[in-house]
């Protein structure tokens, strides 16, 4: 079974920046499109990011376009988010999530096809 570990969370000020990292265990998860969701206390999990197998489909939320890239090492097994010009309204528990569609290369922005999820790693944005 395939087993995901978040990673990278942490404090940062308004307009930093960080790097979390999902690994994988299971090397069929370098097939399958990861995505990143979060949710803040009170609030929907909502879509962040996602990408396909090939990476070249990765849809963004709204709310963080042009700020965050997602990204891929198959070799690794790992996805990263890179989170720049961080506001506080990015303060929330993010999860990485795997869909079991191997070679799919248009990831959903949708919770539904995601069968396995990390912990989730806390990133707190202070003002």
């Known amino acids: 079974q395939v087993q995901l570990v978040e990673s990278g969370g942490g404090l940062v000020q308004a307009g930093g920046s960080l790097r979390l990292s999902c690994a994988a265990s299971?090397?069929?998860?370098?097939?399958?499109?990861i995505g990143w969701f979060r949710q803040a206390p009170g609030k929907e999990r909502e879509f962040v990011a996602a990408?396909?197998?090939?990476?070249?489909?990765?849809p963004y939320a709204d709310s963080v376009k042009g700020r965050f890239t997602i990204s891929r090492d198959k070799a690794e097994n790992t996805v990263y988010l890179q989170m720049n010009r961080l506001k506080p309204e990015d303060t929330a528990v993010y999860y990485c999530?795997?869909?079991?569609?191997?070679?799919?290369?248009?990831?959903?922005?949708?919770?539904?096809?995601?069968?396995?999820w990390g912990q989730g790693t806390q990133v707190t944005v202070s003002s």
């Open positions: 299971g090397r069929i998860a370098s097939t399958f499109p």
């Open positions: 999530a795997a869909d079991p569609h191997p070679y799919r290369v248009v990831p959903s922005p949708s919770p539904t096809p995601y069968d396995y």
């Open positions: 990408i396909g197998y090939s990476g070249r489909s990765t």
